[in-house]
């Protein structure tokens, strides 16, 4: 069974940084794909930024473009989001997200594609 953990969640001020941490377990195929939704209060859930193990590529919503950065470890089987420049508008709770599936930037981010989720942390941008 996959298992998703979050970490490195907070409170910054704008402007600011922050990076969350997945640690993931439990995959038993090589070739997955794993990434970041998040849900703002009295908004619907959307993705973040997500990659696949298939060939690396990153996907990013357009609002988050240039300002965070998905990496994966390999070896620790774990992905990170780095999280600039941050706004009021990127507070919410940060799930990660995985699936035995290929993505492509037409469809990465339909959260139904994603079978695994991890509990969410909270990230709040406020003055």
């Known amino acids: 069974q996959v298992q998703l953990v979050e970490s490195g969640g907070g409170l910054v001020q704008p402007g600011g940084s922050l990076r969350l941490s997945c640690a993931a377990s439990?995959?038993?195929?090589?070739?997955?794909?794993i990434g970041w939704f998040r849900q703002a209060p009295g908004k619907e859930r959307e993705g973040v930024a997500c990659?696949?193990?298939?060939?690396?590529?990153?996907y990013y919503a357009d609002s988050v473009k240039g300002r965070l950065t998905i990496s994966r470890d390999n070896h620790k089987i774990s992905v990170a989001l780095q999280m600039n420049s941050l706004k009021p508008e990127d507070t919410a709770i940060y799930y990660c997200?995985?699936?035995?599936?290929?993505?492509?930037?037409?469809?990465?981010?339909?959260?139904?594609?994603?079978?695994?989720w991890g509990q969410g942390i909270q990230g709040t941008v406020s003055s």
């Open positions: 997200v995985a699936a035995y599936i290929d993505i492509n930037d037409t469809q990465w981010n339909r959260e139904l594609l994603y079978a695994y």
């Open positions: 990659t696949n193990t298939f060939d690396g590529r990153t």
């Open positions: 439990g995959f038993t195929a090589d070739y997955y794909a």
